[in-house]
């Protein structure tokens, strides 16, 4: 967007940032229990996922698949910036939305810490 303040962009790339941090937990785990390939796959999968959040598909459970969070923020960002009177009817679902992504962040935050805690490192095929 030409006339977009600098601030939105900051904005959005801070919102995806964190955003992504489960799939980057959930990749990490994945990656460290069952090997880069189950990590790869999942990646894909993830990839086809999200591409469906994007549509009117994933207008109902977008809130509950990792994958789909930083995709509906951007979308939910811009369209504050960009029709602030269609955003003020909507709002409530990003905010669910957000709040859910928080959460899991946390707990899939702390469950890492403790899977990390009793982890013994990687296997000797790898």
């Known amino acids: 967007y030409r006339d977009a303040p600098a601030s939105l962009y900051l904005k959005a790339g801070i919102l995806l940032l964190i955003t992504m941090l489960p799939i980057y937990l ?3 785990f994945v990656g460290m229990s069952f090997g880069k390939g189950a990590s790869m796959g999942l990646g894909i999968a993830g990839s086809l996922i999200a ?3 994007i549509t009117g598909l994933g207008d109902a459970t977008w809130k ?10 951007m979308d939910y960002t811009v369209l504050a910036w960009d029709s602030p009177q269609l955003y003020a009817q909507v709002k409530t679902d990003f905010f669910s939305g957000m709040i859910i992504s928080v ?6 935050l ?3 810490l403790v899977w990390f805690h009793g982890w013994e490192g990687g296997k000797n095929t790898e």
Do not use: D, E, F, Q
């Not at 509950?64 to 923020?73: H, K, L, Q, S, T």
């Not at 959460?103 to 899939?108: E, F, G, P, R, S």
């Open 51 to 53: 591409a469906l959040m």
């Open 26 to 28: 959930i990749h990490l």
């Open 103 to 108: 959460c899991c962040t946390v707990c899939l």
């Open 110 to 112: 702390i469950a890492s």
């Open 64 to 73: 509950y698949i990792p994958w789909a969070w930083g995709v509906r923020a």
